[in-house]
């Protein structure tokens, strides 16, 4: 590709925060020739000239080789990277939500117009982890991709937690420092890890998930007590999305605040930082860690993709053919504390085999398994009640085969 013309769409903190490292990087050339924005009352730090409100400025602009797709609403981020794809312009996005829902789609385009679609940026910020799954696992038995991957959820953990601030406090600050997501239901609830869940899987295991397929549960109704809890027992509570294979042709996944051990990497990952271990048969136990929310760290992976783009380096996908015989399954049974307001949750959660249960004066919890696929069946009425739920960190293990005859009979009989 010669130079670098650049249409960026969106100049909020991921934005501004490219546009501040490209300044600054002497070395890199690369110009931005417009940039397409919404609100036209708004005070910008910039020449009225390089803004525009017509996103054809930039889509119907030949100069304009690379369109940089920054904005926050997955829909309009959707028209604008199908049309620049089709219209053979090369695309940087970090719009997690628009690539976990459209991500087959989008996979099929770029092979149909040759035209590559980057977004490392999407998925823990400055850490290049879809990049390593991609060309350094491309032939590792990889059995696990495990990590905290919401900044703004282990900022919140880490400010209650460990300096006693208040959750309300926490999320504020997380927001006021651009960390959390306009609506940052979408981070506490679980739904940002989820979404970026779905873009690892796809880029680990060479698997399709959809968001509604995949059980996530957040931060939301963490209380006083499940910290103490945890402290007690010297865990931390961790907001941690998981991708593992279950055995040879079965894949699992699943977002879940967990308790984590002082021995586990993801113990130590504080504030915004994220962190992920890939767990593999060659390599074994690897760690990442870095930044994972904020204009600058998430705008030097928007960099290192403009960056690729100039030697046409685009994701083979190679997995997709080499793992066709993988299947996704909910059909594994997790360990979880639940820690519950009343006997409706209980029943609500239809624990197996329970090793511990308490009940005080205040609260009262159980320490038992859980059927997956049951989580994902009654997903919005978990967060809609008084209770919280965290894994254990015990490996998942496939639901028995006795348990999916007799479901089956069951279904049978109904
Ligand atoms: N809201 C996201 C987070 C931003 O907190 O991780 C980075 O994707």
Redesign the pocket.
Known sequence: MNGLKIGLFGFGCVGQGLYDILNQNEGFRAEVVKICVKDPHKARPLSDSYFTFDKEEILGNPEINLVVELINNAGEAYDIVTTALKRGKTVVTAN?KMLAEHLEELVALQGEYGTPLLYEASVC?SIPIIRNLEEYYDNELLHSVCGII????NYILSKVFSEGQTYTAALKKAQELG???TDPTL?VGGF?ALNKLCILVAHAYGLFVKPEEVFNFGIQSLSAHDFQFAREKGLKIKLLAQVQKVDSGTVTAFVIPQLVRPDDYLYNVEN?YNGVTVQAAFADRQFFMGK??GGHP?GSAVLSDISASRYAYRYEYRKLSQHKNLTYTTAVTLEIYLRYHDEADLELLQLGYISEKYSGRNFHYVIGEVSLAHLLTIREELASRDLFIASTGRKVEPVREKVLVEEALLRQVM
């Open positions: 997690k910020g919401n900044g703004s959820s960390f959390a997501e981070d940002d915004e994972g929310a998430t």
